[in-house]
């Protein structure tokens, strides 16, 4: 027992303390060096077919971009090499821009249900659950949903129902970041501005959405970023189109649809430009990437 006039005694001396640390100290090295070269070894594994895919679509799709005209002009008939895609580029822009238009706003809203109004209840539950287990959804099956509510009832392809399928993949990403870009917000901003009289409507809309604008903007970057590059729901709702499109309830081409029907064309003209085409939409999603990495660093919290 310990008594007033004397110290506390431990189980442990300090020599002996010293002489285990020091006994220990080689072993947490060891496993220090063996986690850090397992870590490269993974890292590896993601970096090196990144740069292996890169350094080949840069290979054989470099050589037909250095026409201009590759960007203005429409495909050439099957055996001919002159021509272009950029047709292609514009339907690409409609779909992404009509899936954008459409998704942003339901997916903000959204996510701030289920961050400021929705906490606990049950509907928030089913929202949650619903987006999680659309992110795991098959790209075609966005694609078959978007054909039969949009495609079946106008009876066309068209741009307008490759923008659905294309928002209906975007939209669970927007609701996730969304809503965790809420959830960074300090409280503190909340109770300031209600302390001042705002409501709780002024207060989501005048100070927590201005305040997770860059987090917002990133998700919706990322978003574009992950369905631009899909080819399966546009097959069954843009579907393709060998000339200019005039509006967005027309057929329209994209950039991944023209990729697969090109290349798998038995001519080398076609397979020129659909890694022509690969390489424009890779440095598009590259810099869609950029783009959320640069506003992903300036958010405030």
């Given at each position: 027992?310990?008594?007033?006039?004397?110290?506390?005694?431990?189980?442990?001396?300090?020599?002996?303390?010293?002489?285990?640390?020091?006994?220990?100290?080689?072993?947490?090295?060891?496993?220090?060096?063996?986690?850090?070269?397992?870590?490269?070894?993974?890292?590896?594994?993601?970096?090196?077919?990144?740069?292996?895919?890169?350094?080949?679509?840069?290979?054989?799709?470099?050589?037909?971009?250095?026409?201009?005209?590759?960007?203005?002009?429409?495909?050439?008939?099957?055996?001919?090499?002159?021509?272009?895609?950029?047709?292609?580029?514009?339907?690409?822009?409609?779909?992404?821009?009509?899936?954008?238009?459409?998704?942003?706003?339901?997916?903000?809203?959204?996510?701030?249900?289920?961050?400021?109004?929705?906490?606990?209840?049950?509907?928030?539950?089913?929202?949650?659950?619903?987006?999680?287990?659309?992110?795991?959804?098959?790209?075609?099956?966005?694609?078959?949903?978007?054909?039969?509510?949009?495609?079946?009832?106008?009876?066309?392809?068209?741009?307008?129902?490759?923008?659905?399928?294309?928002?209906?993949?975007?939209?669970?990403?927007?609701?996730?970041?969304?809503?965790?870009?809420?959830?960074?917000?300090?409280?503190?901003?909340?109770?300031?501005?209600?302390?001042?009289?705002?409501?709780?409507?002024?207060?989501?809309?005048q100070i927590v959405l201005p305040a997770a604008?860059?987090?917002?903007?990133?998700?919706?970057?990322?978003?574009?970023?992950?369905?631009?590059?899909?080819?399966?729901?546009?097959?069954?709702?843009?579907?393709?189109?060998?000339?200019?499109?005039?509006?967005?309830?027309?057929?329209?081409?994209?950039?991944?649809v023209l990729i697969y029907f090109f290349s798998?064309?038995?001519?080398?003209?076609?397979?020129?430009?659909?890694?022509?085409?690969?390489?424009?939409?890779?440095?598009?999603v590259l810099l869609f990437s950029i783009t959320?990495?640069?506003?992903?660093?300036?958010?405030?919290?």
């Amino acid at each position: 027992m310990n008594t007033p006039g004397n110290q506390p005694s431990f189980a442990y001396e300090g020599d002996d303390f010293d002489i285990s640390a020091k006994a220990m100290a080689p072993h947490r090295r060891i496993l220090e060096q063996v986690l850090t070269v397992l870590t490269m070894v993974f890292a590896a594994v993601v970096i090196v077919p990144l740069i292996w895919v890169l350094a080949s679509v840069f290979q054989k799709g470099v050589d037909s971009l250095i026409f201009p005209d590759i960007f203005t002009k429409l495909p050439p008939p099957p055996g001919l090499s002159e021509g272009g895609f950029g047709h292609a580029i514009v339907g690409t822009l409609m779909t992404l821009g009509v899936g954008t238009i459409i998704s942003v706003p339901f997916g903000v809203i959204a996510a701030v249900y289920l961050a400021e109004f929705g906490r606990g209840t049950r509907l928030a539950y089913l929202v949650k659950f619903s987006c999680n287990v659309l992110t795991g959804v098959p790209a075609i099956l966005c694609g078959l949903f978007a054909y039969s509510i949009v495609v079946r009832p106008t009876g066309t392809f068209s741009a307008f129902s490759g923008g659905v399928a294309l928002a209906v993949l975007m939209l669970p990403i927007i609701i996730r970041s969304t809503e965790e870009a809420l959830l960074l917000v300090p409280n503190d901003l909340r109770l300031a501005s209600t302390g001042i009289g705002a409501t709780r409507f002024e207060t989501v809309v005048q100070i927590v959405l201005p305040a997770a604008l860059t987090s917002i903007v990133t998700g919706v970057v990322l978003s574009v970023a992950r369905a631009s590059g899909e080819a399966a729901p546009l097959l069954f709702t843009a579907f393709n189109n060998n000339f200019w499109a005039g509006n967005v309830w027309e057929p329209v081409a994209t950039l991944p649809v023209l990729i697969y029907f090109f290349s798998i064309i038995p001519y080398k003209a076609s397979q020129s430009l659909a890694w022509a085409a690969a390489l424009v939409l890779l440095s598009i999603v590259l810099l869609f990437s950029i783009t959320a990495r640069y506003f992903s660093r300036q958010r405030k919290f």
